[in-house]
């Protein structure tokens, strides 16, 4: 049972625009911020937003996040077939002293 | 370019341990902590623990404290991830990765533990 709770599977069709949800606590989201990463089968994680809504160069603008209360939400727009991918949350847990992830969401395109 | 090159697959007996290697290029090796995260086979990302180069300073979840193991080796620019008394439910991918507070931009490839009897 992960820390931060994500949705296990979202899916789209090309173009539309679908949202992932990451639900923590007072001790992780609530007080620092999300983070979120795209894994491709069979490769390492990469960096897609840090710091809430900050997007590492390189990272397309359909790619964006938010973060409410305890709640971090990953947004990808103009859905493609390359964005099928697992996606996952990171946050500092201050009550663990620890980062935590999310226990990921399956992208379907 | 910064690079992060980890050793390569595994396969131990239960009860015995195994030691990882992570290799960094391309940036000071001190600037920033190194993380390990693994991934068991289909499953999602764990948070291991932590290591700080400048002065080997480490940072274990409570779930790995006292079994797992983190060094580094700054005149070589490489860090270490050794498990103690190998179970099965530790065969899993083992990333090391380069962070900044939030920003953990630059991944190893991944190196494949496998747990057999």
């Known amino acids: 049972q992960s820390v931060l709770t994500q949705p296990p599977s979202a899916s789209g069709t090309p173009g539309q625009r679908v949202t992932i949800s990451c639900s923590g606590s007072?001790?992780?989201?609530?007080?620092?911020?999300v983070n979120w990463y795209q894994q491709l089968p069979g490769t390492a994680p990469k960096l897609l937003i840090y710091?809430?809504?900050q997007r590492p160069a390189g990272v397309p603008d359909r790619f964006s996040g938010s973060k409410s209360g305890s709640s971090g939400s990953l947004a990808i727009s103009g859905l493609r077939s390359e964005d099928e991918a697992d996606y996952y949350c990171?946050?500092?847990?201050?009550?663990?002293?620890?980062?935590?992830f999310g226990g990921g969401t399956k992208l379907t395109v | 370019q910064v690079q992060l090159v980890q050793s390569g697959s595994e396969v131990k007996k239960s009860g015995a341990s195994v030691k990882v290697s992570c290799k960094a290029s391309?940036?000071?090796?001190?600037?920033?902590?190194i993380h390990w995260v693994r991934q068991a086979p289909g499953q999602g990302l764990e948070w291991m623990g932590r290591i700080d180069p400048t002065n080997g300073g480490t940072r274990y979840a409570q779930k790995f404290q006292g079994r797992v193991t983190l060094t580094r080796d700054t005149s070589i620019n490489s860090a270490y991830m050794e498990i103690n008394s190998l179970k099965f439910d530790d065969t899993a991918f083992y990333f090391c990765a380069r962070g900044r507070q939030q920003v953990w931009l630059y991944w190893g490839q991944g190196t494949l533990v496998t747990v057999s009897s």
């Open positions: 391309g940036y000071g090796f001190r600037d920033y902590y």
């Open positions: 710091s809430n809504d």
């Open positions: 990171l946050a500092w847990d201050d009550s663990l002293n620890a980062w935590v």
């Open positions: 007072s001790s992780n989201i609530g007080g620092n911020a």
